[in-house]
């Protein structure tokens, strides 16, 4: 869905991660499973959390009229912020959804509703499953071991000329080669790729 006359152009990097008007926004208070990450069900067989919870989140943010504040930057120099989608809080109705944890390590605005969801099953808490933390620092931990010098994430330029970065916990990182040759290079940090011009990719719609 297009955004009205005058709105917002809003796109959706990943379940936590929106960008509003060219300004990428984290969104304060919740981590999601990441794109590529798959949790558990009760059953023992496993579901794709991260789609689901792209999905949810283009469905909260595209095509309505999205505000979010500035509460500083991050450690990568996004936007920490709280989004507003037609006056819902974006990272509320991601938790309450069972499909974003609350970052109780940064804050504490969305506890309750975490506790709620937790205690209704559904979502990530279905079944005892890997954090969103915890699957990106064991696929971080892998990378780092079989790549020049440490720095595991991959700035790949594709057949249009976009500089975009796919860390270790990225679906497309098995798939991506550097070829310094194209200008392609390798990261140590998603801070350092930023700076320098590359970026996340957008797993969302638009």
Same mark, same amino acid.
């Given at each position: 869905?297009?955004? #009205? #006359?005058?709105?917002?152009?809003? %796109?959706?990097?990943? !379940?936590?991660?929106?960008?509003?008007?060219?300004?990428?926004?984290?969104?304060?208070?919740?981590?999601?499973?990441? @794109?590529?990450?798959?949790?558990?069900?009760?059953?023992?067989?496993?579901?794709?959390? &991260?789609?689901?919870?792209?999905?949810?989140?283009?469905?909260?943010?595209?095509?309505?009229?999205?505000?979010?504040?500035?509460? &500083?930057?991050?450690?990568?120099?996004?936007?920490? $912020?709280?989004?507003?989608?037609?006056?819902?809080?974006? !990272? %509320?109705?991601?938790?309450?959804?069972?499909?974003?944890?609350?970052?109780?390590? /940064?804050?504490?605005? /969305?506890? #309750?509703? *975490?506790?709620?969801?937790?205690?209704?099953?559904? &979502?990530?808490?279905?079944?005892?499953?890997?954090?969103?933390?915890? /699957? =990106?620092?064991? %696929?971080?931990?892998?990378?780092?071991?079989?790549? +020049?010098?440490?720095?595991?994430?991959?700035?790949?330029?594709?057949?249009?000329?976009? %500089?975009? /970065?796919? @860390?270790?916990? $990225?679906?497309?990182?098995? =798939?991506? $080669?550097?070829?310094?040759?194209?200008?392609?290079?390798?990261?140590?940090? *998603?801070?350092?790729?930023?700076?320098?011009?590359?970026? @996340? +990719?957008?797993?969302? !719609?638009?």
């Amino acid at each position: 869905m297009s955004p #009205a #006359a005058g709105a917002a152009a809003v %796109r959706v990097i990943d !379940g936590d991660t929106i960008e509003v008007d060219g300004v990428v926004h984290r969104i304060w208070g919740v981590d999601a499973p990441e @794109a590529g990450q798959k949790c558990r069900r009760a059953s023992g067989s496993e579901w794709a959390c &991260g789609k689901a919870a792209i999905k949810a989140m283009d469905g909260l943010v595209l095509g309505h009229e999205v505000t979010c504040d500035d509460r &500083g930057p991050d450690a990568y120099g996004r936007t920490l $912020s709280v989004c507003m989608a037609d006056g819902l809080d974006v !990272g %509320r109705a991601m938790v309450t959804a069972g499909l974003a944890w609350a970052f109780r390590k /940064y804050a504490h605005d /969305y506890d #309750a509703a *975490e506790d709620e969801a937790h205690g209704r099953g559904v &979502g990530i808490w279905q079944a005892e499953t890997e954090t969103a933390w915890e /699957y =990106r620092q064991h %696929r971080w931990d892998g990378a780092v071991q079989a790549v +020049p010098g440490g720095c595991p994430i991959k700035g790949n330029v594709n057949a249009d000329g976009v %500089r975009i /970065y796919h @860390a270790p916990w $990225s679906p497309w990182y098995g =798939r991506t $080669s550097v070829d310094p040759a194209h200008g392609e290079r390798w990261f140590c940090s *998603e801070g350092d790729a930023l700076k320098a011009g590359w970026r @996340a +990719p957008y797993w969302g !719609g638009k």
